[in-house]
T-cell receptor, first 115, second 108 residues
Framework: EAGVVQSPRYKIIEKKQPVAFWCNPISGHNTLYWYLQNLGQGPELLIR????????DSQLPKDRFSAERLKGVDSTLKIQPAELGDSAVYLC?????????????FGEGSRLTVL | QKEVEQNSGPLSVPEGAIASLNCTYS??????FFWYRQYSGKSPELIMSIYSNGDKEDGRFTAQLNKASQYVSLLIRDSQPSDSATYLCAVNDYKLSFGAGTTVTVRA
């Protein structure tokens, strides 16, 4: 069974440029998460989807970040414009259970460097 | 106050010893608790989950939960060099919050 797939694995951009990350969750997993992880810190939730509905986006900086999950499967996280402080690893995870109750399966992450 | 606090590391233990990791959380309504292991440059993977007070053992790992004290711990018995990683405590307060992690180094 394929795991959570993310792309790109690495992205280097200049500040003020846009960037997008893509995530394909495990088949059948209705819950999808986007986390941000800075070096030496734990993952911080950006947004959680149940199917195509964003049920928790309270931590998403909506002035520059946006996300979508069309048809309740794949998801895209976009940053526009990127700032130096956005350099981090962006992790996508999926879960069979809703509400954070079950095991999260993480993708390999997308490492963003903003110059 | 952070929602999930872990004991600061790094934690260095000799091979074969017990590594003890601690975690406290602030939200009393939390019902599910998890320990994830993260190797350097890799993504987190679940190693233990615990939902009720007491101990839960899985191989060399034992998770302990005390909801009254809002405390969850992880013991790694007979530590091996392959256990060297960062261990993340996660608490389901309706959005699964993670602690900052404790880095464990098992020295041969």
């Amino acid at each position: 069974e394929a795991g959570v797939v993310q792309s790109p694995r690495y992205k280097i951009i200049e500040k003020k440029q846009p960037v997008a990350f893509w995530c394909n969750p495990i088949s059948g997993h209705n819950t999808l998460y986007w986390y941000l992880q800075n070096l030496g810190q734990g993952p911080e939730l950006l947004i959680r989807y149940e199917n195509e509905e964003a049920v928790d986006d309270s931590q998403l900086p909506k002035d520059r970040f946006s996300a979508e999950r069309l048809k309740g499967v794949d998801s895209t996280l976009k940053i526009q414009p990127a700032e130096l402080g956005d350099s981090a690893v962006y992790l996508c995870a999926s879960s069979l259970q809703s509400g954070g109750a079950g095991e999260l399966f993480f993708g390999e992450g997308s490492r963003l460097t903003v110059l | 106050q952070k929602e999930v606090e872990q004991n600061s590391g790094p934690l260095s233990v000799p091979e074969g010893a017990i590594a003890s990791l601690n975690c406290t959380y602030s939200d009393r309504v939390s019902q599910s608790f998890f320990w994830y292991r993260q190797y350097s440059g890799k993504s987190p993977e679940l190693i233990m989950s615990i939902y009720s007070n007491g101990d839960k053992e899985d191989g060399r790992f034992t998770a302990q939960l005390n909801k009254a004290s809002q405390y969850v711990s992880l013991l790694i018995r007979d530590s091996q060099p392959s256990d060297s990683a960062t261990y993340l405590c996660a608490v389901n307060d309706y959005k699964l919050s993670f602690g900052a992690g404790t880095t464990v180094t098992v020295r041969a």
